[in-house]
């Protein structure tokens, strides 16, 4: 399947999802980079590999233009999945539903904890001993869908968020592009809200 990464920023998942994606047996092809950001660095990583880009401003416009704007930026490039990747927007119900079972978002942190901002900030404030990151489906609520895939690291004495941040983003890079195989393969499928499957041990 043809599959858009979405991004706002640094776009590292990103990076590493079109490195995994250049392997001829990937199960997928990453046929664009959007950014809701003209200033998002990863862009021009992209654009270097010779990957399409888009920019679909979501500043200072209300909300369903943008999703409109962004629906046919995918429509046009004939997205059939989609891969949030740092993608700093909350997506309304509608859109979301759209593109049920066939979207998904890497969270740095082991959900159902840490929802949200400031995982890494809030696992250690928290003491917890394990943290790590989750690809899932999108669903409406903000990190709640359906989980295809965790990591999970431990957290040391002496972190700091930098270094916990660090050790969480390194599982993300080889995370993130195993599940969206398994997912663009049809290992694994939404059906009737929960993700089926074989999933790798
Ligand atoms: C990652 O930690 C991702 O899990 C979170 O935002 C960060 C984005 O980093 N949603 P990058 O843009 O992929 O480098």
Do not use: K
Not at 20 to 26: E, F, H, K, L, S
Not at 142 to 168: F, S
């Amino acid at each position: 399947p043809r599959v858009a990464v979405l991004i706002s920023g640094r776009g590292s998942n990103m990076a590493a999802l079109l490195e995994a994606a250049a392997a001829p047996d990937y199960p997928a092809e990453i046929a664009l980079v959007l950014s809701n950001r003209a200033d998002a660095a990863g862009l021009a990583h992209a654009a270097g590999r010779g990957v399409p880009t888009a920019v679909v401003e979501s500043r200072g416009r209300p909300r369903e233009a943008f999703e409109a704007a962004l629906q046919a930026e995918l429509a046009a490039h004939d997205i059939e999945l989609v891969a949030l990747a740092g993608f700093m927007r909350v997506l309304t119900e509608g859109f979301v539903r759209a593109w049920e079972g066939r979207m998904v978002n890497i969270h740095p942190s082991l959900l159902p904890s840490f929802p949200g901002l400031d995982t890494h900030a809030r696992a250690l404030a928290a003491g917890v001993r394990l943290h790590g990151c989750t690809v899932h489906l999108v669903t409406p609520g903000v990190d709640e869908g359906p989980i295809i895939a965790q990591a999970a690291v431990p957290v040391l004495p002496e972190d700091t968020e930098a270094e916990l941040a660090a050790r969480v983003l390194a599982e993300e890079h080889r995370l993130y592009p195993a599940a969206l195989a398994w997912l663009a393969s049809g290992r694994v499928r939404l059906e009737e809200g929960r993700v089926v499957g074989t999933l790798p041990a």
